[in-house]
Nanobody, 115 residues
Framework: QVHLVESGGGLVQPGGSLRLSCAAS????????MGWYRQAPGKQRELVAY???????NYAASVKGRFTISRDNAKNTVSLQMNDLKPEDTAVYYC?????????WGQGTQVTVSS
C-alpha cells in the first residue's frame, strides 16, 4: 500500500503561481512513475503532467511551458510548479503513484484561479 498526501493548493489570481507537492509513503517500489491529474466540475479527470522513473516528462498541451513537474526520489515526493495560471486551470488536482502493477491516488487538492 502506498499513501499519498498532497499540499499546496489554494486560491490565486490569473497570472499567479502555485506549487503543489505530493509525498508518498508506505510500500514504495524501486521503479515508479508519478504524475498529476486534474478534474474540473462536470469534466473527466485529465493528465496534467507525468514524470517517469528515469525523469522523462510528459505534459498536457494546455499546460506545456507554464507547468513544470519534478521529483525527489530521496524524499519520495513529486512537485508541480504552476506559473501563469489561468481560470481554466481551476480544478481538483490529484497525485498519482504508478508502480509496477500498482496505482495509487491522493485525496486531491483544490486549485482555484479567479480574480
Amino acid at each position: 500500500q502506498v499513501h499519498l498526501v498532497e499540499s499546496g493548493g489554494g486560491l490565486v489570481q490569473p497570472g499567479g503561481s502555485l506549487r503543489l507537492s505530493c509525498a508518498a509513503s508506505g510500500s514504495i517500489g524501486s521503479i515508479y512513475g508519478m504524475g498529476w491529474y486534474r478534474q474540473a466540475p462536470g469534466k473527466q479527470r485529465e493528465l496534467v503532467a507525468y514524470i517517469t522513473n528515469s525523469y522523462s516528462t510528459n505534459y498536457a498541451a494546455s499546460v506545456k511551458g507554464r507547468f513544470t513537474i519534478s521529483r525527489d526520489n530521496a524524499k519520495n515526493t513529486v512537485s508541480l510548479q504552476m506559473n501563469d495560471l489561468k481560470p481554466e486551470d481551476t480544478a481538483v488536482y490529484y497525485c498519482l503513484y504508478n508502480g509496477l502493477g500498482d496505482e495509487y491516488w491522493g485525496q486531491g487538492t483544490q486549485v482555484t484561479v479567479s480574480s
